[in-house]
């Protein structure tokens, strides 16, 4: 991994006056660019072969540039054109997935947040820890296929995007469906409604929901449409289904918005809290925006199964703003938070608070 003082090194030679805003092509990048266009940002585009044609469809989310490349591997031989660009990379998860943890690690470009934490993320057992050691409420694991007494759902190591999980009734079903040789991860299957939602830490602004040290936003709550698992049961019923071989699909195709009870809110905030201050303690913080993927049961206890320590899709629903988001600033989306969380420490002089 390259480290801070190289990045801090390579920073102090921009023009920060001129800094231009970079992401791939892809997953979030329209909310993106839209946020930093609208606090005065030259944006830059990162893809793969000619410019996406879909921009033009959408000039105020459009880049101002972009950089054309054979590959995303590339990216590791082309940073002196993006260092020249004075850019920030803004990581999202199509990013991180088609460039790989360790090339992203390595990139000698300046980036938003600390990439430290998507090492975290990323694997399961950290993650399960960095979660255990917050004391939020986890799933239970099963250490092994013999001690399955209950539905679970299995998900294999590096899944993205719902693809790669399933769900058994009992032990008999998990050892007729799993695949040999790959690793996963097997997690009670807990009934619920599943709220994903968005958060963004600041260790450098003083006006919000405080924390030890900076503030925590709430920015919106979204849920995931997932490829058949929606609407499967339409045609039958489980075992009407499973006769004629047909199996839900997890494979996340959109999102939908929503709320929760508002009496829910101080349990959200604890929760978000607990993990940002564990992430100080364990790797130096996450820094923006980041997802605590739950299941709020009808208890109304939140169930934590998975962290996402940077943008998410579920908040393209937001571009002009959420119910929460609102109550902030008007038309606030995570993009433009970011954006402005990057302005803000560059007016006081603490890009090294946001960067890596």
Known sequence: MISKEEILEILNGYDLENITI???????????????????????????????????????????????????????????????????????????????????????????????????????????????????????????????????????????????FFIAKNKEEFQSKIQRGQKYTIQEFILGTRYYIHFFYSPIRERGYRLRRGTLDMLGIDRRVESNADEIFRIGSVNELEAAGIYPSFVVTGNLPLVLRESLLPKVFDLGERVVETSIELFGGMVGPFSLETIVTDDLDFKVFEISARIVAGTNLFISGSPYSDLIESGLSTGRRIAQEISLARSMGALEEVIS
């Not at 959408?58 to 940073?79: N, R």
């Not at 990139?107 to 979660?131: H, I, K, Q, Y």
């Open 22 to 164: 970079a992401t791939v092509c892809s997953h979030s990048s329209l909310q993106i660019f839209h946020g930093a266009k609208k606090e005065g940002f030259r944006t830059l585009g990162i893809c793969i072969g000619p410019p996406p044609r879909f921009y033009d469809a959408f000039p105020l989310a459009k880049p101002d540039a972009f950089l054309s490349l054979d590959s995303y591997k590339a990216m590791l031989d082309e940073s002196d054109r993006l260092i020249e660009e004075n850019a920030i990379i803004i990581p999202h998860g199509s990013m991180v997935e088609y460039l790989g943890i360790q090339n992203f690690e390595a990139l000698a470009v300046p980036t938003f947040g600390n990439r430290r934490c998507l090492a975290w993320e990323s694997d399961r057992e950290m993650e399960r820890e960095w979660l255990l050691r917050a004391g939020v409420n986890v799933p239970m694991r099963f250490e092994s296929a013999e001690l399955i007494d209950r539905p679970v759902i299995v998900k294999y190591h590096g899944a993205k995007g719902g693809k790669g």
